[in-house]
């Protein structure tokens, strides 16, 4: 019969086009369920749902319920009781959903239908409230919040605001990309966008507090921050002003986690710092054992490791410090006593990591504007000193096509997240003067993916493959290609960034609109809204509990394995004991081909996580945030090789984290059960 029906009421009473197709995908996604029926006898109820709503609606668009109730009719008189029953079953399921998701957010409709921990995290850190506190927008009316803010950028470039908002929006609503999570809290409240910040310490007490001022200030807007202790003069050298010996960087390092621990990053959650210190500052072995007594919980440490220190690590010779006051020789070091209290810390601790500071200055672009001496707050950002990069990700489990990548999707993705974050750039808004100044002389964006390990899970290639490395590999090329042509073609339209005059790419004759490109970050929060694993991380397990910063734990749970389970026949009782345990151990009955996709991450070995970390790394002009796992059975030796190993490869840092080594963790598993 033909159908003229073309419209369906939705439940938030917006009027969308009516589609038959979706019935068939419901009926037979039901039919499968019960295990009855064909794709034939699916279309066949689509085709009497039709006709039931022709003759029901001849002037007016039925509603989802109205559609919903046909079906289950359809399903009745064609007689498949069993799927009707499960279909009821499932449509008050899907209605207790909708209930809680509502309590969630005042009462409204989650038009996006998001799962319930992502709505539970956008109440609870991303929607805007009234002044009462009240719930002021449902999830959709953030991603306009956000889609509209950044495009009015539009305008300064002659462009219509209108039609790029709605372009953002779409890749917003369906999880293909989100910003950082600055960007998802403070855009249209005339907010600071940027999610990482390196803000210089300068060697005397008044440029020590003026950084605390600044961070505390880059915090309250919704940043984290990065700093570089490496100009303050050692501990008991000459005071600047006085007889005093100055207390050195460890000292005044310890005044900064209590002045900014009040901070909450816009209000809702606590700021992410980085401290870095040189591996040739006299103090290094003192703040090496910073967090021995689990001081500093809200910093995370790095040492900055030069080449002339790795080079006497080959020779197992001394090294030589440098008084950062006089610019001057202080002493000499060990490389191999150095090294030992780096891997003993992270060990124990798991911290501090470490940064490859030549390798990373070696990629400055600009480095007639200043040296990079630290990063972001999770080190996906080598930053100047006062310069900021406004972050976000691509949601690479949208990538997935007829069992492959899809690369013209990722292609039109990478090209609208370059926009997008050059655009975010011109509505930003920088609570400190120096900032804002050097940010839009350097325009730096970072371009990162998540999503990584489910994109695996889909293409059924295991992490710790030549297969994998192969796929970062291409994902990486694709990443880069894009994102330089995008930003080329900006700079074409808008010019190229101010600091582009006496920088590397002058010389090369590149003129691009950003100075910076690609950083792959942990996307810890906004990985959890797309409901995809973090970054280019393996899943922790298959199934965790997540403690959020804010407080309160979410139970995750990864659907691909129950689906690729069921799909394999696996008995419901070995998945739900999986599930409960969060990974897949000898005794479960499991094929071998299921067994390989889906390890975690501390069924992989360190070395994958590496070549994983460096495939990336090959083509990100930025940095990667990136954990090696180790198991707790793991030796100091086995972290020390690590560090070694992820220099070889050309990685520009390196995070090892032996499980347990932190009194208390982000993630957990329910246990072996």
Not at 178 to 195: C, D, E, Q
């Amino acid at each position: 019969m033909k159908n003229r029906i073309t419209h369906v009421v939705k439940r938030t009473g917006r009027m969308v086009l009516f589609n038959e197709g979706k019935i068939v995908q419901v009926v037979w996604k039901a039919m499968q369920a019960e295990e009855q029926g064909t794709k034939e006898d699916a279309e066949e109820v689509a085709e009497l749902v039709v006709e039931k709503l022709n003759k029901d609606f001849p002037e007016k668009a039925p509603t989802v319920e109205d559609v919903q109730d046909r079906v289950e009719s359809a399903l009745m008189e064609l007689g498949h009781g069993a799927v009707a029953k499960g279909y009821i079953l499932y449509r008050s399921e899907r209605s207790k959903l909708r209930d809680q998701k509502a309590a969630l957010i005042g009462g409204r409709i989650d038009e996006l239908d998001l799962d319930l921990n992502s709505v539970r995290i956008l109440e609870k850190r991303y929607l805007l409230r009234d002044e009462n506190g009240e719930i002021a927008e449902t999830p959709a009316d953030l991603f306009w919040r956000v889609a509209n803010h950044v495009a009015l950028a539009e305008l300064k470039h002659g462009e219509e605001p209108k039609e790029w908002a709605r372009q953002y929006h779409r890749v917003l609503a369906n999880l293909e990309f989100l910003p950082s999570s600055p960007v998802l809290m403070n855009a249209g409240t005339k907010g600071y966008l940027a999610s990482s910040t390196v803000i210089p310490v300068e060697d005397s007490v008044a440029g020590v507090y003026q950084a605390i001022k600044d961070a505390a200030l880059i915090q309250k807007a919704g940043g984290g921050t990065g700093f570089s202790f490496s100009r303050l003069r050692p501990h008991g050298d000459l005071g600047a002003a006085t007889p005093a010996l100055a207390p050195g960087p460890c000292a005044f390092l310890s005044l900064f986690e209590p002045a900014l621990a009040p901070i909450k990053q816009a209000g809702r959650r606590q700021g992410a710092n980085m401290a870095v210190l040189r591996v040739d500052h006299p103090d290094i072995l003192q703040y090496i054992n910073l967090k021995v007594d689990g001081r500093l919980k809200n910093f995370n440490l790095s040492v900055g490791i030069t080449d002339v220190f790795l080079d006497a690590l080959a020779k197992d010779t001394d090294y030589e410090l440098t008084n950062p006051r006089t610019n001057k020789p202080a002493g000499r070091l060990s490389a191999r006593v150095v090294l030992d209290a780096i891997t003993g810390m992270t060990w124990r601790r798991g911290d501090p990591g470490v940064l490859f500071l030549d390798r990373i200055e070696a990629d400055n672009v600009c480095p007639h504007i200043g040296k990079i001496e630290a990063t972001g707050p999770c080190a996906e950002q080598p930053l100047l000193p006062h310069e900021c990069a406004i972050e976000g990700s691509i949601n690479l489990a949208r990538c997935a096509r007829h069992g492959k990548l899809d690369t013209e999707k990722l292609r039109k993705l990478t090209r609208i997240a370059v926009r997008f974050l050059d655009d975010a750039h011109d509505v930003n808004v920088s609570p400190v003067i120096e900032i804002e100044r050097i940010s839009r002389r350097t325009r730096r964006i970072g371009l990162g993916v998540m999503g990584f390990a489910d994109l695996l899970y889909d293409l059924g290639i295991p992490y710790d493959t030549d297969e994998a490395i192969a796929l970062a590999q291409e994902i990486g090329t694709l990443l880069k290609e894009e994102s330089n042509a995008a930003s080329i073609e900006l700079a074409a339209d808008r010019g190229a960034f101010p600091g582009w005059r006496g920088s590397k790419l002058e010389k090369q004759g590149t003129k691009r609109r950003n100075s910076g490109l690609l950083g792959i970050a942990p996307t810890g929060t906004i990985s959890l809204i797309a409901g995809v694993s973090g970054g280019i991380e393996p899943n922790y397990a298959l199934a965790y509990t997540r403690a959020v910063t804010d407080g309160g734990d979410l139970a995750v749970a990864n659907p691909r394995f129950t689906q690729k389970a069921e799909a394999a026949g696996i008995d419901e009782d070995t998945i739900r004991r999986i599930t409960k345990r969060g990974v897949i151990i000898d005794d479960d009955n499991v094929p071998a081909d299921i067994r390989a996709v889906f390890k975690t991450s501390q069924q992989i070995a360190p070395e994958w996580h590496l070549r994983v970390q460096a495939a990336f790394q090959q083509h990100v002009d930025g940095a990667i945030s990136k954990t090696i796992n180790f198991p707790v059975t793991a030796s100091v030796l086995d972290i020390e090789r690590c560090i070694l190993r992820a220099w070889e490869l050309g990685c520009k840092g390196v995070t090892a984290y032996r499980d347990t080594s932190l009194d208390a963790q982000v993630l957990t598993t329910g246990g072996n059960q």
